[in-house]
Structures are given as C-alpha cells and as structure tokens.
C-alpha cells in the first residue's frame, strides 16, 4: 500500500460519513505511524550503510593490499572493516594492535565470529564506531577501501590526523591528489600506497 493508497481509503471513509469510528481513527493513526517510522528508517540505512556499500576485498586484493604493507609493523586501521578480512590477514602478518572501524551491526558479529574461528578473538578488535570519527593521530598503517566520492574527504582526514611516517594503502579508489610510492595489482584488485610525509611534502611544493 503506497501513499496514493492511504488518501484513496481516507477519501472513501469521508464518503462514507464525516464522523469516524475509533476503529477507523486506529486504523489510520496506525498506518501514517507505520508509514512514516518506515520513512525515517529507509532514510536513515541509506545515510549509513548505502553511501558505501559492503563490497568484501577478494582475495586477491588483500594479499595486494598486504604486499604493500610488507617490512611495517605497529597499528593497523581498517576504516569500514566489513567482515574483518582485512584486520584479520594484518594480524597474522604480526600489525598489533589491529582494529576495525564498521557501523554495521551484522558485519561487526561475522567479524568477531571469523576472529574466534581464527583463534584471534580478543587479540583483534573490531569497534562500532563511525569511520569519520575514528582518531588516527597514533596510526602508522591504513587501509581503506571505500568509494570514490569519498576520496577527498578522506584524503583531508588522513592528512590532517596522521604521524608522519604513516602509510595509508587504497584499494579499487586511488587517491587522485596523492602520488603513490608503490601500485600492486590490477584492474578492480590495484592497490596504491601513500606515505603520508612525502604527500605532505608535495603539498608544501605545490604553487599556491
Ligand atoms: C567496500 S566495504 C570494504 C570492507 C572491507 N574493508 C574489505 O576490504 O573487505 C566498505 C565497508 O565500510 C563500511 N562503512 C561505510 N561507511 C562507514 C562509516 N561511516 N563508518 C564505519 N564503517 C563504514 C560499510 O558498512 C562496508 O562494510
């Protein structure tokens, strides 16, 4: 039933008589309630999950992604960790701590599931958080894989928050105001790492 649907059936009731039973008051009281909490909910999953959708890495975009990590150590972040592959695989290649930021629910219990499959639940750590308002003033290694509106935005949130020294890898969406050190991959599994010190030294060079 649509909204076309409610002011047909609300027609037909003042046809009928201009004084309502409270059945029909109950009735329709239900319906708008009903319409308008399912109104308020599409919207508000569409703001959060829809804007990026959950799209896992294959397998082989996170070896990939971890070729360009190899020789690092210290804290791994995964913003928009999905099922937590990607957290996973960094915590068997010896990143600690690990951490994934994610806002879905459903995402966030497989994640900690295949964390007690692979015998890290506890050591990795998966936390319902907006990415956007993760601090990663102490993060030396991140990995995104996002979507490509949301590049610039991110690359402000990176540049700003980050040590120098850290390294951010981007799969499928390249940072195009950034020069990578390094690509691994091909078509939708490329990955491109940044070092953060050298693109804000390529920012201070740039004519104003
Ligand atoms: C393309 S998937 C990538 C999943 C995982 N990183 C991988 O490579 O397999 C992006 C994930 O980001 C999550 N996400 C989107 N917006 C987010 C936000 N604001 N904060 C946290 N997670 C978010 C989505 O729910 C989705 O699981």
Redesign the pocket.
């Known amino acids: 039933m649509d909204h076309d649907d409610i002011e047909r059936l609300a027609a037909e009731l003042h046809k009928k008589g201009s004084s309502w039973s409270p059945f029909q008051v109950a009735a329709s009281t239900s319906l708008v309630l009903y319409f308008a909490w399912a109104g308020s909910l599409a919207l508000g999953l569409r703001k959060?999950?829809l804007?990026?959708?959950?799209?896992?890495?294959s397998v082989k975009?996170?070896r990939n992604?971890m070729s360009l990590l190899q020789g690092r150590s210290g804290k791994l972040v995964?913003?928009?960790?999905?099922?937590?592959?990607?957290?996973l695989e960094a915590y068997k290649q010896g990143f600690r701590p690990t951490v994934?930021?994610?806002?879905?629910p459903w995402?966030l219990q497989l994640s900690n599931f295949r964390a007690w499959r692979a015998g890290c639940y506890g050591k990795v750590f998966f936390r319902r958080?907006?990415?956007?308002?993760?601090d990663l003033s102490d993060c030396n290694n991140v990995?995104?894989?996002?979507?490509p509106s949301?590049v610039p935005l991110l690359e402000r949130k990176l540049l700003s928050e980050l040590p120098d020294g850290a390294c951010v890898v981007a799969?499928?969406f390249p940072f195009l105001n950034w020069s990578p050190t390094s690509i691994a991959g091909d078509s939708l599994e490329t990955a491109w790492a940044y070092n953060i010190t050298a693109v804000r030294q390529a920012g201070r060079q740039m004519p104003s």
Request: glycine letters at 10%; hydrophobic letters at 45%.
């Open positions: 959060v999950y804007q990026v959708p959950y799209v896992p890495s975009q996170v992604m995964d913003l928009g960790s999905g099922d937590g592959r990607i957290v994934g930021y994610e806002l879905n995402l958080e907006d990415l956007w308002k993760a990995t995104v894989f996002l979507a949301l799969a499928r």
